[in-house]
């Protein structure tokens, strides 16, 4: 794991707006992303956890500006790149990749893998054109899918070979930044298991970054480097694997990870869980202060009235949480 | 097993199979959208070759063989004039062909460029046009056709006439062209809706498909993403919309000369020789049945390959 920070993250904030009512009569903002600070260090390999709607996602499309962010900023090479337009940020976008979720949507029915592969390359500059079925045969075996699939189409393909052609295409740019949003999260468990090493293995080929987004606490465990925990908007906990599974400090985490089912059945039963009591809150209206507050069994006064502030609880381990500052916790 | 030299496999090379391939294979296995295809190629063709297919002229009138029934001579065959009706039904398969391609034709480019840019664009571009289509299509067609005859044929005709008398050049004669121009016309001035707001829906739908968005990561302008991403994936329904559209208008055609404010006798149309046939048909029931089977088996058949051609583009709706 490389030191440098390859790409910062200050302040980053999103909010949609939204109509609400039959006749979109209320207007409202959803609180996708509420003032998020962190680093992704070079070579590592950044997750990004929490239920469903908490803005992971968000977070990976704001920081390629493929969503536009509504404050902060996010510097790549010394560069604001959330401030860009579309065609000053295309440079960007060669470097600065994306691999979605559901690979059955993601690749256009109407071109062959070789076409949708190629493509990038071309739109680049990245290849001449004699030179085109080389390269896209080799993205194709580092993908480890054989050179024939280049004249297939996506509908003759299996999911998780789908998946491996939109990293193949990703690849394609030479990118020095895959955002893995939820990308193995539509796949079987087993063809989960291949695209996961598949990612690690060309991570040590071609020194990429990943900031992979999933929910699977187990496959998070196995891959990262860093964890960052997040709850309706807001980073709760950002630590190294070892540190946050080990020592997670912040009330959410602990909850989360007591939530990891054990595969050992004794173990399974004698576990201590916590269940959280009630949903988690309408990003529309999102709870004062701490945003756990309203499901934290720790809450006190102070929770509901000021936001915890985001800062290094140990080492390295960064943490907005009252009772954390306070020594309550920990 | 064990003893086959695994080297000597040759590399295997398998053929791309394309989507429109694909749907092919798919549409073939489909026998009532073969029938449909079959029919709507014979009719065609029909059409295109009208004059060699049949010995009669459509207009020649033969007063000694009036009201015949169907016999070799005349399959389907003569009228009260003594004219031969599978000449006519002939000739009546161009007349529907000619006005269901224009038309079709017409309402297509308007429906596609207006519901395009409806859809890509949106705001206040899309909310005029989806006002015009909503306006168009409250009107009911019927009543549109009607007004649109009263209101212009005499003065066109009688514009036509005085032309004529002032310069004796034969072309302002042919008031068959002021028939079609207003029943073209009229035709395409109601049936662009639906294809707007086909190509309109399609549009915002592909528009969100996350394949537009990966498209957006890779950093591709706006013009590769609406020609290699939009366009092709919009053409599918399109297609399905065309094929039906055609039988509808055909249907539409004879249903307004049908009426009389479509194409005019002495003009073989579908509908108008269902209303002349339809005042005899007990007791010359020939009449009235071939164009009315013509008419019907195109129908039919224009509905059968609209469907299979929808289950053939749309695999996962069809199963």
Redesign the interface.
Known sequence: MGVQPLMRIENLVKHFHVRLGAFGERAATVHALDNITFDILEGETLSLVGESGCGKSTTGFTLLNLHRATEGKVIYQGKNIVELDEKAMRPYRRQLQIVFQDPYSTLNPRMTIGEAVGEPILFHKLATKAELKDRIATLLADVGLPPRFASRYPHELSGGQRQRVAIARALACQPKFIVCDEAISALDVSVQAQIINLLLDLQQKYGLTYLFIAHDLAVVRHISDRVGVMYLGRLAELATREELFEHPLHPYTKALLSAVPEADPAHERSRQRQILQGDVPSPLSPPSGCRFHTRCPIAMDVCSKAVPEWREARPGHMVACHAVTEGLSG | MSVVPMTTTP?????????WR?AWHRLRRNKLAVFGLAVVVILAFTALLGPYLTPYDFLSQDLNSRNLGPSLSHLFGTDDLGRDVFSRVVYGTRTAFLVAIVVTFIAVVIGVTLGALAGFFGGWLDRIVMWLTDMTMSIPNLLLVVVINASLKTPIASWMESRYLATLNPFYRETIWVDFLLVFGSMALISWPPYARLVRAQVLSIRS???I????????TNR?ILM??VV??ALGPLIVAVSAGLGTAMVLESAFSFLGVGVNPPTPSWGNMISDGLRVWQHYPHLLAAPAAVLGLASVAFSFLGDGLNDALNPRGAK
Not at chain 2, 213 to 220: D, F, I, K, N, P
């Open positions: 590399i295997e090379i398998e053929p791309p199979v394309s989507l694909d498909r996350p394949y968005t990966a498209a957006q990561a890779l950093g591709l590769i290699r991403y092709p994936n």
